[in-house]
């Protein structure tokens, strides 16, 4: 349920925050599922393969929150829409 909501959320908004929000849920129901079933199948290997997943996760969040800072204090706007208009 929670990576459907974060498809919709990629699919249906426009601001670039809220996308990348939308792709971080999806990750973490991810690794939620991969935590579920390491569980149920009683082997921890699926639980450290999830906290390297974080790990890199935590380093998206960064490069990506400040490329969308630097992208707002330029244009003073983050819709996907208008961030089209700056391909060639």
Same mark, same amino acid.
């Given at each position: 349920m929670l +990576? !459907? &909501?974060?498809i919709i959320g990629v699919l249906t908004r426009r601001n670039a925050i809220i996308i990348f929000m939308s792709i971080e849920l999806m990750l973490n129901?991810?690794? $939620?599922l991969l935590i579920a079933f390491s569980?149920? *199948?009683s082997d921890p290997s699926a639980q450290v +393969? !999830? +906290?390297f997943i974080m790990a890199v996760a935590a380093a998206? !969040?960064?490069v990506g929150l400040a490329i969308i800072v630097m &992208?707002? *204090?330029?244009? *003073?706007?983050t819709?996907?829409?208008f $961030?089209? @208009? $700056? @391909?060639w």
């Open positions: +990576f !459907v &909501i974060g129901a991810a690794n $939620l569980s149920y *199948r +393969f !999830v +906290f998206e !969040v960064a &992208i707002y *204090r330029n244009t *003073r706007n819709d996907i829409g $961030l089209n @208009k $700056l @391909k």
